[in-house]
C-alpha cells in the first residue's frame, strides 16, 4: 500500500505477536504484508494477497484535464490543471470517493456547473457509474490568471443520493481559460463596458455625447466570444458617420486594446 502509514512497522517481540495493521489505499487484487527479521537470522516471510475494498462514499472529487487519479498520491490525484480555450470543448471527471479518496461504487446523481455565466451548458446532471463519470463543457468567458482564488472553476454537487454523501459538494481547482483566435475589432463608447462571452460582448447603454466635446472610444482586438486577444498588435483606424467630424489619427493596439479621442 503507497500511502499507508507507519510503514515499515518496526516492533519487538518474543516468539510471537499480533499487531494491527490499515490500509489506506483500496486494490481488488490486493495488497501483501512482509515481515521480515531486521538483524537478517530469519526468513523474510510474505502474507498472500489481501483484497482492500474501498471505503464508503463520503465526497467528491472534480479531474480537470492535466489531473488524474492516482494510487500513489494521498490526495488520490496527480498533475495540475491545463489551461483551457474559449469555445473548445474539454471534459471534466467527477469520481465519488471515500475519506482517503478511494474511488467507490456510488450511483449518485451529481450536477456540474462552471462559474462561466455563458458557459455551454450552464449545468450538467449526470449519474455516477460505478463511482465516477464525465462531463463535457465549452468555456466562453476567458481568464486573465488561475490562482488560488481567482480564474474558472467548476462546482460539483451531489442532487440525488446512492449513498447520500457526508460532504455533498466540492470545487475544482481554479484554471485558466485562454482566448481563442483573434477574429474582429470591438468599438466600446461611451456608456458601454466588456462582458467577455456573452453574445453582444458588451454590457450598459451608449451615453449622449455633446456636439464639439471630445470623448474617449475603446477598440480591442477580440475573439469569437469577445475576448481581449493580448497579444495583438495591429494598426487600427476609427471613423465615424458624422461628415463633419475630424478622424482620429491611426492607433496601434498594445497588448490588443487603444482608446481614440
Given at each position: 500500500?503507497?500511502?499507508?502509514?507507519?510503514?515499515?512497522?518496526?516492533?519487538?517481540?518474543?516468539?510471537?505477536?499480533?499487531?494491527?495493521?490499515?490500509?489506506?489505499?483500496?486494490?481488488?487484487?490486493?495488497?501483501?504484508?512482509?515481515?521480515?527479521?531486521?538483524?537478517?537470522?530469519?526468513?523474510?516471510?510474505?502474507?498472500?494477497?489481501?483484497?482492500?475494498?474501498?471505503?464508503?462514499?463520503?465526497?467528491?472529487?472534480?479531474?480537470?484535464?492535466?489531473?488524474?487519479?492516482?494510487?500513489?498520491?494521498?490526495?488520490?490525484?496527480?498533475?495540475?490543471?491545463?489551461?483551457?480555450?474559449?469555445?473548445?470543448?474539454?471534459?471534466?471527471?467527477?469520481?465519488?470517493?471515500?475519506?482517503?479518496?478511494?474511488?467507490?461504487?456510488?450511483?449518485?446523481?451529481?450536477?456540474?456547473?462552471?462559474?462561466?455565466?455563458?458557459?455551454?451548458?450552464?449545468?450538467?446532471?449526470?449519474?455516477?457509474?460505478?463511482?465516477?463519470?464525465?462531463?463535457?463543457?465549452?468555456?466562453?468567458?476567458?481568464?486573465?490568471?488561475?490562482?488560488?482564488?481567482?480564474?474558472?472553476?467548476?462546482?460539483?454537487?451531489?442532487?440525488?443520493?446512492?449513498?447520500?454523501?457526508?460532504?455533498?459538494?466540492?470545487?475544482?481547482?481554479?484554471?485558466?481559460?485562454?482566448?481563442?483566435?483573434?477574429?474582429?475589432?470591438?468599438?466600446?463608447?461611451?456608456?458601454?463596458?466588456?462582458?467577455?462571452?456573452?453574445?453582444?460582448?458588451?454590457?450598459?447603454?451608449?451615453?449622449?455625447?455633446?456636439?464639439?466635446?471630445?470623448?474617449?472610444?475603446?477598440?480591442?482586438?477580440?475573439?469569437?466570444?469577445?475576448?481581449?486577444?493580448?497579444?495583438?498588435?495591429?494598426?487600427?483606424?476609427?471613423?465615424?458617420t458624422d461628415p463633419y467630424d475630424v478622424?482620429?489619427?491611426?492607433?496601434?493596439?498594445?497588448?490588443?486594446?487603444?482608446?481614440?479621442?
Amino acid at each position: 500500500d503507497p500511502i499507508d502509514s507507519p510503514d515499515p512497522k518496526n516492533f519487538s517481540f518474543s516468539g510471537s505477536t499480533t499487531t494491527t495493521w490499515a490500509f489506506l489505499r483500496s486494490r481488488s487484487a490486493g495488497w501483501k504484508l512482509t515481515a521480515a527479521d531486521i538483524l537478517g537470522f530469519i526468513k523474510i516471510a510474505t502474507s498472500p494477497a489481501i483484497s482492500v475494498p474501498a471505503g464508503s462514499p463520503q465526497k467528491l472529487q472534480v479531474l480537470l484535464p492535466g489531473e488524474s487519479w492516482n494510487e500513489d498520491s494521498p490526495t488520490g490525484k496527480i498533475g495540475s490543471p491545463l489551461p483551457w480555450v474559449a469555445g473548445v470543448s474539454s471534459k471534466v471527471v467527477v469520481n465519488a470517493v471515500d475519506q482517503y479518496f478511494n474511488i467507490t461504487t456510488d450511483q449518485s446523481i451529481i450536477q456540474l456547473l462552471p462559474n462561466d455565466p455563458y458557459a455551454e451548458p450552464n449545468a450538467l446532471t449526470r449519474q455516477l457509474q460505478t463511482g465516477t463519470t464525465n462531463f463535457d463543457f465549452i468555456l466562453k468567458r476567458a481568464t486573465s490568471t488561475a490562482s488560488a482564488n481567482s480564474g474558472a472553476r467548476f462546482l460539483a454537487q451531489e442532487i440525488s443520493d446512492g449513498s447520500a454523501l457526508p460532504q455533498p459538494s466540492t470545487y475544482s481547482l481554479y484554471f485558466n481559460v485562454g482566448a481563442s483566435s483573434v477574429s474582429r475589432l470591438q468599438v466600446l463608447p461611451p456608456g458601454l463596458d466588456i462582458d467577455p462571452g456573452s453574445p453582444s460582448g458588451y454590457i450598459g447603454t451608449v451615453t449622449p455625447q455633446t456636439a464639439g466635446s471630445s470623448f474617449f472610444v475603446r477598440v480591442r482586438a477580440v475573439d469569437n466570444f469577445w475576448n481581449l486577444a493580448d497579444n495583438d498588435y495591429r494598426q487600427v483606424t476609427l471613423e465615424t458617420t458624422d461628415p463633419y467630424d475630424v478622424h482620429p489619427s491611426t492607433l496601434q493596439l498594445l497588448a490588443g486594446s487603444t482608446q481614440f479621442t
